[in-house]
C-alpha cells in the first residue's frame, strides 16, 4: 500500500522553472516503481518520468528530455522542471506500482495521488 501527497505546482512564465514534490508512505518497505504523469483535460493521462526505487534508474518522455529531472530522497519523489513551455500546462499527479516493469504506462500504476495544477503562460 503507497499512500502519495504532491505538492509545488503553481504558475510559471515560459522558459521558467518549478519543483514538484510527492511525498510517499510505503508499509511493506519493498523496492517499487515510482512516476511523474500529466494530464490536460479531454486528453488522457501520460508519462512524465519514472524512477525505480532500489536502483534509481531513470526514464523520460521524450518531450521533457533534457528538462526535467525525476530525483528521490527517503519517502519524498521530486520533479525539477526547467525551460518550461506552455505545453507543459497540465495536472501532475505522482504514481506508484510494485511490479518490476518500472514503465511509463499509466494502465501499470496502482496509487495516485490527487494532482497538483502546473500552468506555464507564453
Known amino acids: 500500500q503507497v499512500h502519495l501527497v504532491e505538492s509545488g505546482g503553481g504558475s510559471v512564465q515560459a522558459g521558467g522553472s518549478l519543483r514538484l514534490s510527492c511525498a510517499a508512505s510505503?508499509?511493506?518497505?519493498?523496492?517499487?516503481?515510482m512516476g511523474w504523469f500529466r494530464q490536460v483535460p479531454g486528453k488522457e493521462r501520460e508519462g512524465v518520468a519514472r524512477?525505480?526505487?532500489?536502483?534509481?534508474d531513470t526514464n523520460y518522455a521524450n518531450s521533457v528530455k533534457g528538462r526535467f529531472t525525476i530525483s528521490r530522497d527517503k519517502n519524498m519523489l521530486f520533479l525539477q522542471m526547467n525551460n518550461l513551455k506552455p505545453e507543459d500546462t497540465a495536472v501532475y499527479y505522482c504514481?506508484?506500482?510494485?511490479?518490476?516493469?518500472?514503465?511509463?504506462?499509466?494502465?501499470?500504476?496502482?496509487?495516485w495521488g490527487m494532482g497538483t495544477q502546473v500552468t506555464v503562460s507564453s
Open positions: 524512477i525505480w526505487t532500489g536502483s534509481g
Open positions: 510505503e508499509s511493506t518497505g519493498r523496492e517499487f516503481c
Open positions: 504514481g506508484a506500482q510494485y511490479s518490476s516493469l518500472c514503465t511509463l504506462y499509466t494502465t501499470w500504476y496502482k496509487y
